[in-house]
């Protein structure tokens, strides 16, 4: 194998681990930020809350469930994205370019299809209640992207059937030889 195959695969594999941290760091940040805000109802702390929504504050002076609801979406939101980089690091430690279709790869690829199209799922019924809220004349201009995810889990679940054939067909090789 090229050495800058290599090269780059490592950096890629680096990259993955730096994006995984990240969004591990700001899904425990949400969730502190969060549990604070409701044991103590501290002004800063509230502040934060809606930097990090996006919103204006009056989803919080609105209805505190709503807002509640609201930041737990995206506090699941951010968790599935962490969760989807897991399964990428996963995929980093399973793969090998000598010979990279291999059942173990083929199976954490499926699962990301599965968390993608979930995410996107997720994602539309967020967005379904942000616009059901601004009807209500709450502003809140947040986008969940739910047709971007159903797109990848398209593109992820064709790429998972792509490496399934190729496990059988390198097995199928292996027995032959």
């Given amino acids: 194998m090229k050495s800058q195959t290599r090269f780059v695969f490592n950096a890629v594999h680096i990259l993955v681990w730096i994006v995984f941290i990240g ?19 501290i002004g800063e702390i509230q ?8 919103e204006s504050g009056k989803l919080y002076e609105y209805r505190r469930a709503h807002h509640y609801a609201m930041f737990s979406l995206i506090i699941l939101y951010s968790a599935v994205h962490a ?28 699962q990301i299809s599965y968390v993608a199209l979930g995410t996107g799922i997720l994602a ?37 059937e792509v490496f399934r054939r190729g496990t059988e067909l390198q097995n199928e090789n292996e027995l032959t030889v």
């Fill in 47 to 54: 502040e934060f809350l809606e930097d990090v929504t996006a």
């Fill in 83 to 110: 969760y989807i980089a897991y399964l990428a690091v996963r995929i980093f430690r399973k793969l090998r370019l000598e010979q990279p279709f291999s059942e173990g790869v083929t199976v954490l690829i499926s």
């Fill in 23 to 41: 969004l591990c760091i700001r899904t425990g940040t949400l969730i502190f930020a969060l549990i604070l805000n409701l044991l103590f109802d």
């Fill in 124 to 160: 539309l019924a967020a967005e379904g209640y942000t616009e059901w809220i601004s009807r209500q004349g709450v502003e809140i201009s947040k986008n969940w992207n739910g047709g971007s995810f159903l797109l990848l889990a398209g593109i992820i679940f064709i790429l998972a």
